[in-house]
């Protein structure tokens, strides 16, 4: 294909990489595409990597009538891969953790220094009609060696977030995927998850409060992603960050109570239902009380939050009783 060529062209021409790794690399796995995407991330070569992926992806729909082998389509595949094996851990400083940081053997000793700043930007333009990121484009050509991590770090984030926004739907949950790896990594760095990004809260977030409070919206016909709240409430439950998913969905139900929107549109024959997981709700209530007896330290910031989320669900349910009767008396 015309995206193989291209990158086996652009891995020859890379003199700092041994020419033998080009040759172990690629014409061992002809007949396996897919490891050639990843060896090419291995490589640094972010951007050449997912259009070949996107070739893959189309080729073998093609060929079978699927974008996936065994339900899982090729190309968020690969998305995931690059996420969850390179740009997340670089984002946070963790390179050495990253997949191409183990090293290609066969041949050659591969650098350690993929990817390559360079290479972080030339993805991040890919993703970037407008060309829009001056600061890491600025900062490229100054003698910053002692903060060579951390412009390689605020770079990568940079390019996570290109990557989740301009992938994310209902049916691709790379902003989930992007979430959970953010705190995997997070978790085992410093033994506790980080927060997450507010950019990666309030694409996850959405405004789904106003479209069905807890439900997962946005399909490529109808405009694209907009939010995932429960999965993001359940990450934070995997994690035990019980606080801040107390205040989601707090912050949800309230949405959902006072918007107008919502109650004219709770009907299925007016536009679907409203969903609010109240099984999970009462997990996270539960191990919110757990967490309290066993965090004593944080008994009165997650009893705070509770009692917020108490609050909120009652309100909500009162809508739901004068909804109901309104509509018994219409």
């Known amino acids: 294909s015309l995206s193989l060529s291209l990158l086996l062209r652009t891995i020859f021409m890379d003199k700092s990489i041994d020419p033998l790794v080009g040759k172990h690399a690629f014409l061992s796995d002809k007949d396996v595409p897919f490891d050639v ?20 992806s189309t080729d073998f729909k093609l060929r079978t009538g699927s974008s996936g082998i065994g339900g899982e389509d090729i190309f968020s595949n690969a998305v995931r891969v690059l996420i969850r094996n390179h740009v997340v851990p670089i984002a946070f400083g963790v390179r050495d953790r990253a997949a191409g ?29 407008n060309d829009n990121f001056s600061f890491a484009r600025a900062e490229l050509y100054k003698k910053l060696d002692a903060h060579t991590t951390d412009l390689l770090a605020k770079s990568a984030m940079m390019l996570l977030e290109k990557v989740v926004c301009f992938h994310s739907n209902a049916d691709k ?18 033994g506790v ?30 405009g694209g992603f907009r939010g995932d709240p429960s999965a ?14 107390c205040d989601l969905a707090a912050s949800i139900l309230s949405s959902a109570t006072n918007s107008t929107k919502n109650q ?48 909120a669900l009652a309100k909500y349910c009162e809508m739901l009783k004068i909804s109901e009767m309104g509509q018994t008396s219409a």
């Open 37 to 56: 995407v990843k060896k090419a991330f291995d490589l640094g070569y972010f951007a050449q990597g997912l259009m070949l992926a996107h070739w893959v």
């Open 101 to 129: 940081d183990r090293g290609i053997r066969e041949g050659g000793t591969y650098s350690p220094m993929r990817p390559t700043l360079r290479q972080i930007q030339h993805a991040t333009s890919f993703f970037d009609k």
């Open 173 to 190: 949950t790379i902003a989930a995927h992007a979430a959970n790896a953010i705190l995997a990594t997070s978790l085992d760095l410093h």
């Open 193 to 222: 998850p980080s927060q997450l990004p507010l950019w990666l809260q309030a694409h996850l977030k959405g405004d789904s409060c106003n479209q069905g409070a807890f439900a997962a919206t946005g399909k490529p016909s109808d």
């Open 232 to 245: 993001l409430l359940s990450l934070y439950m995997k994690y035990g960050m019980f606080e801040d998913g």
């Open 264 to 311: 004219q549109t709770r009907l299925p024959e007016r536009g679907g239902l409203t969903f609010v997981p109240t099984k999970k709700i009462d997990m996270l209530w539960n191990l919110t009380g757990i967490a309290m007896k066993k965090q004593p330290h944080k008994a009165q910031t997650l009893l705070e939050a509770r009692g917020k989320l108490e609050t």
